[in-house]
């Protein structure tokens, strides 16, 4: 239960923060994109976001902060298997079933709910 607990408050606290952000500040959604992604690449790399996904488990994996997290632990895991070669295999290939299932799921609800433009 404790654990379903740090979940939910971790994950929530990462979007309220985002959210804060969209609302605070100028940044557009896109600019919170790409903000949290290399903000978790970054304390990935530093090792500070481990600890983290630790405590919380998927409340910091799936929000975008842990994608940053995937690329940049995926990396670093190539790179000690198979040299300077993992910094080309790593990031796609700790990713690739998170990006195939997007284009996947993203497909099939465009063709199930006909999307149009705003404007016409």
Known sequence: M???IMVFVIGGGLC????LLMDATP?????V???FVVLGGILSGLGLYQPLVDIA?????????????ALVTGTIEDIN???FLGI???ALRSTA???????VFGFFMAVLFNPRSKGG
């Not at 309220?16 to 959210?19: D, E, I, M, N």
């Not at 940044?27 to 600019?31: D, E, Q, V």
Request: aromatic fraction near 10%; glycine fraction near 20%; avoid cysteine.
């Open 2 to 4: 404790q654990l379903y």
């Open 27 to 31: 940044l557009t959604p896109a600019h």
């Open 88 to 90: 080309f295999s790593g």
């Open 81 to 83: 298997n198979y040299g």
């Open 16 to 19: 309220v923060l985002g959210q």
């Open 57 to 69: 488990g998927a409340g910091a994996t799936v929000p975008l902060l842990g994608f940053g997290h």
């Open 33 to 35: 994109l790409v903000l």
């Open 97 to 103: 079933s998170g990006i195939m299932a997007a284009v």
